[in-house]
């Protein structure tokens, strides 16, 4: 962790996932970051970050260890947060193909479908324009897992990112509004740590 | 938009695939019923067979990819990935579970092997596939043929988490030494690793291996998964300790919390209460060297 005073402190959800890569990433972008198990280790977080891996294992575990009520209210509260894969499914207001009872934190205005691209032989790589209003486009090398896509963004949500399907559409893969922001895709198994830049961007700007 | 097609099946997806388990317990599964109960308790994926290693060891007899049916009924069944063992060396069983749509195939050695010198050639695939390694050396021999995904071996069936144990030290004591090599050293240590330079290479530089490492073997309860955890797993299968339990609901619901929180004795300790009778289970050393099946795979 770093010394006290000298940036922002951001916590990595890990109850089960890709933390380690996540935290990789915020150390990249010279962040301390923090694992977050229980209640009392929000304290004092300046953003958290959503890991990919299972969204119904964390829902379960988030419920059973009494981090998914204060979790879900500091998110109301303003916590800037950062999901992928799973960790979109956990901050959109309302999924499809969830397990029966599956909650999610919520505070985007989102629905996200879950394993929406397929299974994992129809997982992809593919490069997607990253468009968000607060910094330059670039273009992302994105890695789709078993991932979920944006059906239906409500007011005021902003879509920075679609992945091209083989039918010739698009499919919204990358939210954002305010401080929260959320890819269907996975940064932190990259090694380019340019979309974690932006989110730690959003919480110092805050 | 840019217009490059998406690709699929490339290391990065099949590697990412295991990366996202992590922390988590994939569960063996029989039937539909059992998935469910694998994914309501937790489970990050289930892995679908005939029979558990219990059973195999107590029915004998040749043991074989499961019916396509039954991993139909289970992919149906739950949202969580499934997976399916295919026999060493087996790539036509192989070709059928990617048919199939499974999302990890284990070349496994609790199958009877198809073939006594060669491993499928798994880069041939798009579904990642997850081998068994008792030591380095076999680990790194499996991700060269293309393994996305290692677990140590232990000794499936047994409820004896022992051999867990010294597979999953060997490994990561192996990984150490590396490590702690001089560049020139390297050399002579993958020609008696029986690995390729370069990859023995790869693990001395970054001390890890460049996929993801789970236990398997043995894990039958709380305690045995937060010691494997705290011995480097990084993640947790488990086959007959389960099923094979009384109450596998609770029993699958506990070491899901104890793989999490396995540095946390006092959830541990939690968890471990009121679980009814582990699986009734065998001591390894009890098991003539011809049937145990570690030293199936080389």
Redesign the interface.
Known sequence: MSPVGSGPTIGVLALQGDVREHRAMLEACGVASRAVRRPAELDGLDGIVLPGGESTTMYKLARTFDLFEPLRSALRDGLPAFGTCAGMIMLADHIEAGIVGQETFGGLDVVVRRNAFGRQVDSFEEPVEFTPSWAEPFTFPATFIRAPWVEKVGDGVEIVARAATADGGDRIVGVRRGCLLATSFHPEITGDARIHQLFVDLVTAR | ??????????S??KR??A??????VIMDVVTAEQAKIA???????VMALERVPADIRAQGGVSRMSDPDMIDGIIEA????VMAKARIGHFAEAQVL?SL????IDESEVLTPADYANHIDKWSF???FVCGATNLGEALRRITEGAAMIRSKGEAGTGDVSNAVTHMRTIRAEIRRLAALEADELYVAAKELQAPYELVKEVAANGKLPVVLFTAGGIATPADAAMMMQLGAEGVFVGSGIFKAGNPAERA?AI??AT??HDDPDVVAKVSRGLGEAMVGINVEEIPQPHRLAERGW
């Open positions: 938009m840019e217009n490059q097609n998406p690709t699929t099946g490339t990065a997806v990412g695939m990366e996202m388990l992590k922390g988590g994914e309501d308790a937790g489970a990050v994926a739950v949202s969580i990935p990617q749509g499974v999302d990890y798009t579904v990642p619901e899901v919390k999490t929180f």
